[in-house]
């Protein structure tokens, strides 16, 4: 099984008042993708994450894929196989970055 | 599921907890500062707040960091709170004992400054005979103890033509980094302005020589921390922002606990001991103006400025009084 580790090396931390519009967004039902939340640094790349990007690496603690997106699914409305596609999409591009790394 | 955002706290802290030095060196920024250093108590409860505020790392100077008799136990409160501690030295005090001391408390990276490869030009420039072979001395101590080493070279008169035999330096006493820091004209930097400083000219060939030794050199990463590069259409792979870090990602604290955009700015916008940290990071108007650069004089209509924002505050403060001017070094 293919487990997901986020690279200890990786400073991060949410954005408490960023998250707290958020939300207040979702409550109201507004939509939140474009509002960062949390921020992330390494090897002089920083990049800062979305509601639902920080709610995935958030998850890289070693679960699986199936387990992350069994976490998300009630939280998000979404279809399952998109929320996978995205996903996967997403912790690739992670990867790539050397953010996360995968384990067997 | 990327996104842009305003940070509510720096992400860095450049902070001088103390003002001492056993040097005397042309272009320093700090000689003039305050002498006043906070209590360990203060100190350590100001760190506390700098970890809450969300903080990544503080990065020591001063002054010389070795000459607080504090600083182990400061470095050790800092990184249990899960700060990365770093610091930036002269090397003189560094010994074989304390570098591995500066491990046990956290550190992670120290920074060794030296101006010259030649060790008669830098003792001469820093004010001390032998501080050169100190200097060497620490790199090694440092890296025997495993913490990762870097040296700062500060650009000036001195040291413009030679960043061949810098990196070649560099390369011999095996440091992963080389900081190439621009000249700031701020404290003795500006006293001596006239004596160190480059003409725009000269700044222009530097740094197209330190470009170009930049894309060469695998394995050691030759940093610039200088806006106007953006005129020679680079980017420094470190610049993680348009124009500089100062006041987007980084601030600075004194010995006292003032906190400045950046330790070349001389404008207090805050205490760390009196003031809430996010707050100041929020609402200072200084701070906001750095962020919100506007062009003028030459920099309006010049087709770099949304990379280049004008260039390096500190300096265009300095020598204008406005830090919207056209920086200093500017060449275009
Ligand atoms: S004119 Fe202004 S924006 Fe253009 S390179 Fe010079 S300092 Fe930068
Ligand atoms: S104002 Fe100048 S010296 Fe200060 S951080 Fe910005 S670029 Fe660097």
């Given at each position: 099984?293919?487990?997901?580790?986020?690279?200890p090396?990786?400073?991060?931390?949410?954005?408490?008042?960023?998250?707290?519009?958020?939300?207040?967004?979702?409550?109201?039902?507004?939509?939140?993708?474009?509002?960062?939340?949390?921020?992330?640094?390494?090897?002089?790349?920083?990049?800062?994450?979305?509601?639902?990007?920080?709610e995935?690496?958030?998850?890289?603690?070693?679960?699986?894929?199936?387990?992350?997106?069994?976490?998300?699914?009630?939280?998000f409305?979404?279809?399952?196989?998109?929320?996978?596609?995205?996903?996967?999409?997403?912790?690739?591009?992670?990867?790539?970055k050397?953010?996360?790394?995968?384990a067997? | 599921?990327?996104?842009?955002?305003?940070?509510?706290?720096p992400?860095?802290i450049?902070?001088?907890?103390?003002?001492?030095?056993?040097?005397?060196?042309?272009?320093?920024?700090?000689?003039?500062?305050?002498?006043?250093?906070?209590?360990?108590?203060?100190?350590?409860?100001?760190?506390?707040?700098?970890?809450?505020?969300?903080?990544?790392?503080?990065?020591?100077?001063?002054?010389?960091?070795?000459?607080?008799?504090?600083?182990?136990?400061i470095?050790?409160?800092?990184s249990?709170?899960?700060?990365?501690?770093?610091?930036?030295?002269?090397?003189?005090?560094?010994?074989?004992?304390?570098?591995?001391?500066?491990?046990?408390?956290?550190?992670?990276?120290?920074?060794?400054?030296?101006?010259?490869?030649?060790?008669?030009?830098?003792?001469?420039?820093?004010?001390?005979?032998?501080?050169?072979?100190?200097?060497?001395a620490?790199?090694?101590?440092?890296?025997?103890?495993?913490?990762?080493?870097?040296?700062?070279?500060?650009?000036?008169?001195?040291?413009?033509?030679?960043?061949?035999?810098?990196?070649a330096?560099?390369?011999?006493?095996?440091?992963?980094?080389?900081?190439?820091?621009?000249?700031?004209?701020?404290g003795?930097?500006?006293?001596?302005?006239?004596?160190l400083?480059?003409?725009?000219?000269?700044?222009?060939?530097?740094?197209?020589?330190?470009?170009?030794?930049?894309?060469?050199?695998?394995?050691?990463?030759?940093?610039?921390?200088?806006?106007?590069?953006?005129?020679?259409?680079?980017?420094?792979?470190g610049?993680?922002?348009?124009?500089?870090?100062?006041?987007?990602?980084?601030?600075?604290?004194?010995?006292?606990?003032?906190?400045?955009?950046?330790?070349?700015?001389?404008?207090?916008?805050g205490?760390?001991?009196?003031d809430?940290?996010?707050?100041?990071?929020?609402?200072?108007?200084?701070?906001?103006?750095?962020?919100?650069?506007?062009?003028?004089?030459?920099?309006?209509?010049?087709?770099?400025?949304?990379?280049?924002?004008?260039g390096?505050?500190?300096?265009?403060l300095?020598?204008?009084?406005?830090?919207?001017?056209?920086?200093?070094?500017?060449?275009?």
């Open positions: 099984m293919q487990t997901i580790h986020r690279n090396n990786v400073m991060w931390r949410e954005e408490t008042d960023a998250l707290a519009q958020v939300q207040e967004a979702l409550d109201r039902g507004d939509e939140v993708e474009e509002t960062g939340t949390s921020v992330l640094f390494s090897g002089g790349t920083m990049i800062s994450l979305n509601y639902l990007g920080t995935i690496w958030k998850l890289c603690d070693g679960r699986t894929m199936d387990g992350i997106v069994a976490e998300l699914l009630p939280q409305e979404v279809d399952e196989a998109v929320l996978r596609e995205d996903v996967q999409a997403f912790l690739d591009e992670l990867a790539a050397g953010f996360i790394s995968y067997e | 599921m990327q996104s842009n955002m305003v940070l509510e706290a992400l860095t450049n902070w001088a907890i103390n003002n001492s030095c056993n040097f005397a060196c042309r272009h320093c920024y700090s000689r003039g500062d305050t002498h006043e250093e906070l209590p360990r108590d203060v100190l350590l409860a100001c760190l506390e707040k700098v970890a809450k505020a969300g903080v990544f790392s503080v990065n020591f100077g001063g002054g010389e960091p070795l000459l607080h008799p504090g600083l182990l136990e470095a050790r409160h800092a249990g709170l899960g700060l990365r501690v770093s610091m930036n030295s002269n090397g003189w005090l560094m010994d074989r004992e304390m570098a591995a001391a500066l491990r046990d408390a956290g550190f992670t990276k120290v920074g060794i400054s030296i101006d010259s490869h030649v060790h008669e030009v830098h003792d001469r420039f820093r004010g001390v005979a032998g501080s050169h072979g100190r200097a060497v620490a790199l090694g101590h440092l890296a025997e103890a495993g913490i990762t080493t870097s040296i700062s070279t500060v650009i000036c008169r001195i040291n413009h033509t030679a960043i061949d035999d810098l990196v330096f560099a390369r011999d006493q095996g440091v992963g980094q080389l900081n190439f820091h621009n000249f700031k004209c701020s003795l930097g500006l006293s001596h302005k006239d004596e400083d480059l003409s725009p000219e000269e700044w222009k060939e530097f740094y197209r020589g330190a470009l170009a030794a930049r894309e060469r050199e695998k394995g050691l990463d030759i940093s610039l921390d200088d806006p106007i590069i953006a005129l020679l259409g680079a980017r420094d792979a610049s993680l922002v348009k124009g500089s870090v100062c006041g987007k990602l980084s601030l600075n604290i004194k010995a006292n606990g003032d906190m400045t955009p950046c330790g070349f700015i001389p404008v207090v916008i205490n760390i001991v009196r809430d940290l996010k707050q100041v990071w929020r609402d200072s108007a200084v701070l906001e103006k750095m962020r919100n650069k506007k062009p003028t004089g030459k920099c309006s209509g010049c087709s770099k400025y949304e990379d280049c924002l004008g390096c505050s500190a300096r265009a300095a020598l204008t009084g406005d830090l919207n001017s056209p920086d200093p070094h500017c060449w275009a």
